[in-house]
């Protein structure tokens, strides 16, 4: 991931943190009830890591929330351009090109 973080990574995190702090929680409490190295749970809070969906369901358990809560509002568009899907109804639009096997 790039040193400046997505947006959606940056939405992702500040409400990990907030939710962490509404429930009293240092960074090292959270990461051992998620069961997280504290590294990789800081990197998620400062919106430079890319947790899987069992990374998160793991947040959401420790922090005694729905993972919708994490998730709920991040769309597509909040993706970095270069990382930004289309839909399928663009494929044909969007088709990459074979390349020449000389």
């Known amino acids: 991931m790039d040193d400046v973080p997505a947006h959606a990574s940056r939405i992702l995190g500040d409400r990990i943190v907030g939710i962490r702090t509404r429930a009293s929680l240092s960074a090292s409490a959270l990461a051992e009830c998620a069961d997280l190295d504290l590294s990789h749970l800081q990197r998620i809070e400062k919106g430079t890591g890319n947790p899987t969906l069992f ?45 020449d096997r000389a």
Do not use: C, K, M, N
Not at 89 to 99: A, N
């Open 55 to 99: 990374t998160l369901l793991q947040l959401a358990e420790a922090l005694e929330v729905d993972v919708e809560e994490l998730v709920t509002g991040i769309r597509a568009a909040d993706l970095p351009e270069r990382h930004r899907p289309y839909r399928h109804s663009d494929r044909e639009r969007y088709r990459r090109r074979p390349r």
